[in-house]
């Protein structure tokens, strides 16, 4: 085994696709390398296609909260996931939940709710095309769209939603004190134990009324439904953002979702793989692993890089070519924590790319591309707006 020099997190990136400038050298040298973590830990940077899927697979790397350490800097220090939120547990807990909510995730049941997407898809667009150019395409499109289909999946009342959705907005402000993001959270909390509550005291046709047959808590119910309203927002909203700023920039490809329609799954799948917003997962050895050569000590924490993997030579052409077959991303994950709402997403894509482009066929940025707001200081990357213009029917 060798002594590594530590490095810190790659951040800054070279331009508005690519994954932070660095990882591509990493991936080529050392595609397992010491990493240092802004409380001092001394944990590993993993960056190939290859070594990602092997840990993500590999039950001896947890993903318990209370034993990670982040690659960046958080004023919230480890801490066990409270009841319900499953993404940082491991089985069996993590499977409990898991299996409570596949049921409510099957491909069949995310393609029998494609017609409602579509038909909310519209409903936006008509908004868009009603207020004419230029717009913001985030707050037009891109972050309604997903909003509004997690809102009514969780059963949200009509009159109750724009509350939900401007809070867990407010609680992903990077200008946020820490003090805002515990009251705003404290106050999401209590929102949706009254709907878990209302829920049990009158069941609708809803994924949350179903939740509350099964043997879940109040509390369990209550922070499920707020993690599954966090991630149902924010993932696909970049996704389609940032996706429709990387069409614009690559007009040869936004011709193959023009002119090739049969093609939509693929262009979906490509610029998952292609973009991939989730900058990095954690993972903490359980036990002693050797891992790309270096032995990886118990309660050492692994950051696993998935632009990097996604980005990888070995297995995909660092290109965006939307004919392309990109099984075997990992723009949601692998194995048994690998993500649980991406049927879902990939309707709301499916449906939302072609519907806005068809409807804008001339569709273009309304600012040069440097000027575009990009969400480095996020967790989830994407862009904070996309000013967009189009050719005004008259």
Request: with cysteine.
């Amino acid at each position: 085994m060798s002594e590594i020099e530590a490095i810190t997190l790659p951040t800054a990136r070279p331009n508005p696709f690519d994954p932070p400038d660095g990882l591509a050298e990493l991936r080529a040298t050392a595609p397992i390398t010491r990493l240092a973590y802004p409380d001092g830990h001394l944990g590993w940077l993993v960056t190939s296609h290859a070594l990602v899927r092997e840990v993500l697979a590999d039950r001896r790397f947890s993903a318990r909260s209370e034993l990670r350490h982040v690659p960046i800097e958080s004023t919230s220090p480890g801490r066990p996931s409270p009841p319900g939120m499953f993404i940082g547990m491991d089985p069996p807990e993590q499977t409990r939940y898991r299996h409570l909510l596949t049921g409510e995730f099957t491909v069949r049941r995310m393609r029998l709710l494609a017609e409602r997407i579509e038909e909310i898809t519209e409903h936006q667009l008509d908004l868009m095309e009603r207020q004419g150019p230029p717009a913001d395409l985030v707050e037009a499109f891109a972050a309604p769209v997903p909003a509004v289909v997690i809102c009514e999946l969780l059963g949200v009342p009509g009159g109750e939603r724009a509350g939900f959705i401007a809070e867990a907005a407010a609680l992903g402000r990077p200008d946020a004190t820490q003090e805002q993001k515990i009251s705003t959270f404290l106050t999401m909390q209590a929102r949706m134990r009254d709907l878990v509550v209302a829920k049990r005291a009158e069941p609708t046709d809803d994924m949350l009324s179903g939740l509350t047959r099964s043997d879940l808590t109040d509390e369990e119910l209550a922070n499920i439904g707020f993690m599954l309203l966090g991630a149902g927002l924010d993932t696909t909203a970049n996704m389609l953002a940032l996706g429709t700023f990387a069409l614009l920039r690559h007009p040869g490809q936004l011709a193959v979702l023009r002119d090739e329609p049969g093609r939509v799954d693929q262009v979906v799948e490509e610029l998952l793989r292609y973009l991939t917003i989730i900058p990095f997962l954690v993972r903490t050895a359980l036990e002693d692993v050797e891992l790309g050569g270096e032995l990886v000590r118990a309660g050492e924490t692994v950051t696993i890089s998935t632009p990097a993997a996604n980005r990888d030579p070995d297995r995909f052409p660092d290109v965006l070519d939307l004919r392309r077959d990109t099984g075997g991303h990992v723009g949601f994950g692998h194995g048994v924590h690998q993500c649980l709402g991406q049927q879902l997403a990939r309707v709301e894509m499916r449906a939302g790319y072609p519907a806005l482009f068809r409807r804008f066929p001339s569709l273009r940025p309304a600012v040069e591309p440097e000027q575009v707001p990009l969400r480095t200081d996020m967790l989830i990357y994407g862009v904070h707006s996309l000013p967009v213009t189009w050719d005004a029917q008259r």
